[in-house]
């Protein structure tokens, strides 16, 4: 198996995922845990160190212990994890006032079985401030980057390998490539783990947790907690009860759409509670992004546990939480990550919860998610939703929130998804959304001045989340669209559409 030594990266996790889906087995374990004594128990066939916030050129920053170094196996450092590298064997690391974020374009300078089948000039995606500036002893460059001189250095006769870009990012084109070829050619491995086996494991560590006891489930109609409730109840049948709760920052006819999907596809007993009016009088006044969530997430909390009583004492509360709501809300094992925002279904837990969780899809990435659903044999709609945060149009709607800006946020956001279905580019879309900005600006419509609020667009390409890139629009279908959404939606008077990627944006404007 292989050793992911996480130094705190957002994307470490990604690295995994991405080693996973060539059939390797892989652990991530914090960079502070791993030393001489856990790598003899691990035994670890290949070992890659991470990313990381840190600078390697700073005092006490993040060190691999140099037991990994004398393990005679194949080693790869991403990123904070090459300068650690370079800066442990002997070279050096230095602050650069070029830095680089985002796509950069990389050219081979040597040959090297790490880049086989790729291209002389491939994108790449950067996201650092240091870079190595001198190799240790017996590394050569493989690769360079128009900001980094040394992009990618290797000793091939140890076996290490050390690249400036992330390789586990769908926006590096070939970075799975190279991967695999790390783990496969270099590291020697078969690739023979599957995501069914994965399924087989979760079914039973669910049997395991809850043994007789009753579970409730969040269902919020996504993907997530739709294939959550379904995994569990193949798991344990009707110890499983689902709660959908109407939080008042749906989108339109969702929670109807929701609520009669789940009766007529699934047999699965299901409580609707309608708590909009409880949101709505907590949130008021509330305009900062983190209270907003920690105080949905705690409302959450509070619904579920009433729920739980009513059901004669469910002990445990099933929820969909991925992966990235684990790495974004918290700093797990202790680890070295920061927190960028409290996910509700995460960071905003309140301690004093009665509830124990279940969460089978805490190690899986979105379109995990999707491939164990269709296995479940989850219907196509369900599936292929575009993701939707918990928090919901809470999020959408920077400032304060009120029930007249949600109504008109609903508005928009329908006639602006209606827009992406008619031109059938649902399918081809991540996720899309409208945002209500706090701001009026000025128009004229017929002979007379308006002053209305501005509505933001936004639609990205991502497979998981954690990375995503803004969609290509046509000119003439965000002219069509605006217009239909000044035309038909009272209260907005201007369109913007954004066009950030993440990183350095998020998804999401909150
Ligand atoms: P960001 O904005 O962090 O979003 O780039 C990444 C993905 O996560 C979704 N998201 C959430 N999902 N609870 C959820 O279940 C949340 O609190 C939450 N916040 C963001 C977001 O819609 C995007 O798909």
Redesign the pocket.
Known sequence: RLLIVDFGSQVTKLIARRVRESGVYSEIHPFNKVDAAFLKAFNPKALILSGGPASVADMGSPRADDAIFQLGVPVLGICYGQQLMAAQLGGAVEKSDEQEFGRAYLEKTGVSPLFAGLTEREQVWMSHGDRVSDMPDGFEIIAKSPNAPLAAIANEARRFYGVQFHPEVVHTENGALILRNFTHTIAGFKGDWTMAAFKGEMMQAIRDQVGDGQVICGLSG?V?SSVAAVLIHEAIGDQLTCVYVDTGMMRKGESDQVTALFRDHYDINLIHVDAGDEFLSLLEGVSDPERK?KIIGGTFIDIFEREAKTIGGAKFLAQGTLY??VI?SVSFDGGPSVT??S???VGGLPERMDLELVEPLRELFKDEVRALGRELGLHKDFVERH?????GLA?RCPGEITKARLDILREADAVYLDQIRKHGLYNDIW?AFAVLLPVQTVGVMGDSRTYDYVLALRAVTSTD?MT?DYYPYSHDFLGETATRIINEVRGVNRVVYDVTS?PPG???WE
Do not use: S
């Open positions: 996504g997530d969530r990235p709501d974004e960028i925002k996910h509700h279904n993701p939707f945060p918990g928090p999020i996720q989340g995503a993440k998020t998804i999401e």
